[in-house]
T-cell receptor, first 110, second 113 residues
Framework: NAGVTQTPKFQVLKTGQSMTLQCAQDMNHEYMSWYRQDPGMGLRLIHYSVGAGITDQGEVPNGYNVSRSTTEDFPLRLLSAAPSQTSVYFC?????????FGPGTRLTVT | TQLLEQSPQFLSIQEGENLTVYCNSSSVFSSLQWYRQEPGEGPVLLVTVVTGGEVKKLKRLTFQFGDARKDSSLHITAAQPGDTGLYLCAGPPHTSGTYKYIFGTGTRLKVLA
């Protein structure tokens, strides 16, 4: 099993550009989520999904869109990147209490 | 805003010493989890505590959930260099159901050989 995979590992964007961070899991988990991690602030929930076709906002959803067309995939879209979105992004999937994180995407917006 | 505050923020100790990390909130949590994160990687789940007063042991690590489910602690006995990392507590506030996890600010531990 690959677990939770994320691509790309690193990305540099210019302000105003758009991009999609990819996340996939092969554990057939219904629950998936996106977090961002900033220095001194721990992880903050951006969006989450409890199954295909169902998404909801977390603590810091502004500037991000998500969709969940399959159980396996949960992409995160930045429509117009801003320097405040410079961060490390983690995708996670969960089954009950067992939560698994991907390796992260380090995004820099200049 | 519901917060999980961890203390200390940083801890540097010698191999063999004991340490305790605290995770505190003014809110009640349905459960609390502890993770360890190493540089360049995602957090890895260590344990989940669910019942107030619960104590779980994982080799040299002891986890406790407060009676009122507002706080938790992680105690490491005889720390080893392999314990070095960022320790995070996390959980769903009781008022948020089980979907929205809050993470603590983290404790960065360094164990010197």
């Amino acid at each position: 099993n690959a677990g939770v995979t994320q691509t790309p590992k690193f990305q540099v964007l210019k302000t105003g550009q758009s991009m999609t961070l990819q996340c996939a899991q092969d554990m057939n988990h219904e629950y998936m989520s996106w977090y961002r991690q900033d220095p001194g602030m721990g992880l903050r929930l951006i969006h989450y999904s409890v199954g295909a076709g169902i998404t909801d906002q977390g603590e810091v959803p502004n500037g991000y869109n998500v969709s969940r067309s399959t159980t396996e995939d949960f992409p995160l879209r930045l429509l117009s990147a801003a320097p405040s979105q410079t961060s490390v992004y983690f995708c996670a999937s969960r089954n009950g209490y067992r939560q698994y994180f991907g390796p992260g995407t380090r995004l820099t917006v200049t | 805003t519901q917060l999980l505050e961890q203390s200390p923020q940083f801890l540097s100790i010698q191999e063999g010493e004991n340490l305790t990390v605290y995770c505190n909130s003014s809110s009640v949590f349905s459960s609390l989890q502890w993770y360890r994160q190493e540089p360049g990687e995602g957090p890895v789940l260590l344990v989940t505590v669910v019942t107030g007063g619960e104590v779980k042991k994982l080799k040299r690590l002891t986890f406790q959930f407060g009676d009122a489910r507002k706080d938790s602690s992680l105690h490491i006995t005889a720390a080893q260099p392999g314990d070095t990392g960022l320790y995070l507590c996390a959980g769903p506030p009781h008022t948020s159901g089980t979907y929205k996890y809050i993470f603590g600010t983290g404790t960065r531990l360094k164990v010197l050989a």
